[in-house]
């Protein structure tokens, strides 16, 4: 299995985890981008992120991860389903470094959607100066338990994957918290994402049993279709559309996750907004 999240737990000891490689996830995402390596490298860790905090959550339909700011990363977003299909893009400006240190006014959101119209959860924390510290901020703050993460991308090998802890309800000792944090913190970030769990997490507290779970397969999925193209072209309606035509020679559509082209000719355009034409 190539791209997968794997949870586990320590028997005795109120302390859990998970760890995911995403490698074809994260290469297709950059398949046919060609913003800056920085942008780049923040897409491998939301996406590591996202599937790490997956392993937490029961029952969602949908998990959303993104920044926005006024300052040079205007949106960073991955979205996953709970059936495992992951999805990510950024908007930036163009020409200026990217990185979490000078975006002012930045926030954090994670959006939990039950679906089947039941309200959505959001939680919000101001954005660190890594993505890493963010979410670790996020479990402080709004989840109210602490946690360790550890994203690890490599964007000229198109490699990501990370490890992740959380500390539960229960006595921990400071000290037992602080050894385990260290074990995934220390060396380098390949040798974290070849290491063998079934031989590393038992070494972090020998004398304790650690259990892990099945491996959860994940995918890149992107939920664009040329049906919802063709609905919000028509919520922009008639005028807009015969506009671009006529300037432009057809509407021409690109998917931001999956750069998927969508092209209107003239007579596509027509029959769109046809009258009666049903949009399904």
Known sequence: MTDFSQSFYWETLPLRGARCRLDDIYARVLRGFSGPEGVAKLLGEVLVGLALLATTQKNYERLIMQTQSKGPLKLLVAEMTAAGGMRAYGRWEEGATV?????????????VDMGMDRDRYQGLVALRETLTASLNAYFTESVQSPAYFRLAVDVAAQQAGGYFL?????????????????FIAIGSDQSLLK??????????????????????????????????????????GQAEAEETLATEGAVIVTCEYCHEVYRFADTDIALLFAAGKPLH
């Open 99 to 111: 990185d979490f240190s000078n975006l002012p006014d930045a926030l954090l959101a994670i959006t």
């Open 166 to 182: 959380q500390r539960l309800p229960g006595v921990l000792r400071v000290e037992d918290w602080r050894v385990a944090t260290q």
């Open 195 to 236: 290491a063998q769990p079934e031989q590393f997490l038992p070494e972090i507290f020998p004398e304790e049993s650690v259990r892990l779970h099945t491996e959860q397969p994940l995918t890149f999925s992107c939920s664009c279709s040329r049906k919802r193209v063709e609905r919000m072209l028509v919520s922009l």
